[in-house]
């Protein structure tokens, strides 16, 4: 008798602000979208400071942890 080699559904997973932005515009560029540098002060905290968010800092929270493959896994990254 064989052995059955059905799977069970995969959980979809939301879409991110990332497919949403790239799905809505096939030619987005986060290069141009992200500003390079940014520095940022919340006046809310009791203790303000500032901040610097950086292009990639944006761009991985848009993607919402599913960065490339070449990202996680490439060379340089250990």
């Known amino acids: 008798m064989l052995t059955?080699?059905?799977a069970g559904k995969a959980e979809l997973i939301d879409e991110t602000v990332w497919q949403r932005r790239v799905a809505a515009n096939i030619q987005f560029d986060?290069?141009?979208y992200y500003p390079e540098k940014m520095m940022n002060l919340?006046?809310?905290a009791a203790e303000p400071q500032w901040e610097l968010f950086?292009?990639?800092d944006f761009r991985r929270h848009d993607q919402?942890?599913?960065q490339s493959?070449?990202?996680?896994y490439g060379k340089g990254n250990s």
């Open 30 to 32: 986060p290069a141009i």
């Open 42 to 44: 919340d006046l809310r």
């Open 64 to 66: 919402e942890g599913h």
């Open 69 to 72: 493959l070449r990202e996680q």
């Open 54 to 56: 950086t292009a990639d």
């Open 4 to 6: 059955s080699y059905e």
